[in-house]
């Protein structure tokens, strides 16, 4: 992988917790600077770094804007002052790329000192985390302000909003940049699936396992994960249990919902994962929600793995190609008729889950996806000095 010269690359993000946005961030980090570049994160506060700081790289530096003590709003308010004092810093740096709603704020906030400054640098970049998802209008008329205040975007998926605002702001480079993984990571053992099971109450082999690895956030809709096990439960006996890996403000709603849909036993939340392949080696069948054609960071590692992966879709509008890699339906019962189809044949799993891992290794690396970072970089940084970018249009999303 050849990249271009040195550059001083700042990520910012709300903390080092175990979410989707939060690993990407992490992963172009390091890949970043075992390539030469001098690279910072700025995250809101500090958290347990078993969760995911441990996995940064140890040339990376990290600053806190705020401390794990201080509330949300106070984290904000501290953002200004900090900014002011780290101001030689900053103008330091050839790209602030912003990360989650945090990342958004403290772009939009140093955007506006660089134009109070009148200067060209750094190039700010934000990779909008939350595209397709079904979010209320007021925060998304909100994120299209704070994104019109970039150098440069990227999108994890398209949709017909976002490709419509991309389309109106022409002027900022663009690019549709789906998530990337290390598909290298060490995966669990039998023995590991066995205790897994046992410590989230599963029932032992040769029960098979309907499972999911996620936040439960509004916006990754786990209510219609456990409306798809409640369909399979309907129609598939008890050999089949329920995994909802993760944890999250929505939990609660979720043990109400499996209550009320009658799965309590069957389905299990056994809260946040640390080692996501532990939980990968309880499951027979992936369960995740997709953006279009566009999984998420835990469905690719889970397809990397070897599991075999479908999808409940988000999209409205969305309709599925015989060319998409992972099948998805907008209804929760065509899924579980799906689900029971895999479930019931071992063989068509396996050649699933073979076709899965080999186009994940094939177009989802981290490589992949940090050499196309690596060009919007490049372009936000001529836009931001008022250049013309190259390839800007070429990058724009579809």
Sequence with gaps: MTFGDAMNIVHVIPAFTKGGGERVAVDLANHAAAHGHRVTFVAAFPVDPGLL???LREDVDVRYVASAADGSLLRYAKLLPWLLRNRRWLWEQDVVHCHLTFGAV????AWALRRLRRGSMPAIVETYHAVGMPIPRLHRWIHARLLSL???????ADDPYWRNFVR?????????????????????????????RREAGLPLPPALVLGSVGRLVPARRPDLLVE????????AGPGVAFLLAGDGPEREAVTSLIALRGLEGRARLPGMVMRPALAFSAIDLYLTV????????????????????????LLDDYEP??????????????????????????DARSALAARQSRHVREHFTAEAMALRYEALYSAARAAAAGGNPPGSKDMSCP
């Design 290 to 313: 997709n953006v279009g054609p566009i999984t998420g960071v835990a469905a690719l590692e889970a397809a990397a793995s070897g599991l075999p992966v479908i999808a409940v879709q």
């Design 168 to 196: 109106r702001h022409r002027s900022i480079p663009s690019a549709l940049i789906p998530n990337g993984i290390d598909v290298d990571q060490a995966p669990a053992g039998p023995d590991d699936c066995r205790a897994y």
């Design 150 to 156: 970039r150098d440069g975007i990227a999108m994890m």
């Design 53 to 55: 700081l441990h996995a």
């Design 321 to 346: 190609s015989g060319e998409d890699w992972i099948w998805s339906s907008r209804d929760p019962a065509a899924v579980a008729s799906e689900a029971i189809r895999l479930l019931d044949n071992a």
């Design 106 to 109: 403290f772009g939009a906030v």
């Design 228 to 235: 798809t096990f409640a369909a399979v439960a309907e129609q």
